[in-house]
């Protein structure tokens, strides 16, 4: 079964800074998808960034990038120009690729950003 | 709309009652998944559809959970005898197949067992 870990429970960053969320995965699976989705306090789940493991290239948008180690299992997401709006928590999570095999998303227990002005 | 949508949005209940909770998936999405999501936790995987069909259920806690997606798109979640230790937000996600990438999620029910 595969398994996603977030270590770390809460970070903080000033507005204007980057920051870097941390979170690692185990799996036996080659091919992948993995996220990172933030969760405002409306409940809602937002994705963020997504990466197919097949792809050496890192994933970038706008301000937000990962870092992908796939021999590691670590996937890390890069917040620059951290904005107020940015607060939220934030969610690593692993899905299969293999068609057949089981679709569900697997989450990590999340990391509460706060943005301090 | 057009994004996944959740009722109710809060559901206030006494122990021992029955509860239903309803997902209206995006239109044309075939997967549909269930996840319930405990305060300060991740979500944790319930039930997923493929069409009408549970796909896997082997998330569901125990026999008085149940859900059900008669036609392929509206599903209901189903809880008996409710306990105190049910209280959380029970989350909808909808996808176009599986293994296509992501889920897109509701706003949730969050359901309170007094």
């Known amino acids: 079964a595969q398994t996603v870990t977030q270590s770390q429970p809460e970070m903080s960053v000033q507005e204007a800074e980057t920051v870097t969320l941390s979170c690692t995965y185990d799996?036996?699976?080659?091919?992948?998808?993995l996220f990172w989705y933030k969760q405002p306090p409306s409940r809602q789940m937002i994705l963020v960034i997504r990466q197919e493991a097949y792809k050496q290239q890192n994933a970038t948008e706008n301000r937000f990038s990962v870092n992908f180690q796939k021999a590691a299992k670590s996937f890390s997401l890069k917040i620059s120009d951290s904005q107020l709006g940015d607060a939220a928590m934030y969610f690593c999570?692993?899905?299969?690729?293999?068609?057949?095999?089981?679709?569900?998303?697997?989450f990590g227990k999340g990391i509460t950003l706060s943005v301090r002005p | 709309g057009a994004g996944v949508s959740q009722t109710p949005s809060n559901k206030v209940t006494e122990k021992g009652k029955y509860v239903e909770l309803r997902c209206d998936p995006i239109?044309?999405?075939?997967?549909l998944y269930w996840y319930r999501q405990s305060l300060g936790q991740g979500p944790e995987f319930l039930i997923y559809f493929q069409g009408t069909g549970a796909a896997d259920d082997s998330g569901l806690p125990n026999d008085r959970f149940f859900a059900v997606r008669p036609e392929g798109s509206v599903s209901t979640l189903k809880i008996q005898r409710t306990e105190r230790g049910d209280s959380a937000v029970y989350l909808c996600?909808?996808?176009?197949?599986?293994?296509?990438?992501?889920?897109?999620f509701g706003e949730g029910s969050r359901l309170t067992v007094l």
């Open positions: 239109s044309g999405h075939t997967a």
């Open positions: 799996t036996s699976e080659s091919d992948y998808y």
């Open positions: 996600a909808s996808s176009w197949t599986a293994n296509t990438g992501e889920l897109f």
């Open positions: 999570a692993y899905r299969s690729a293999y068609t057949g095999a089981n679709s569900k998303l697997t």
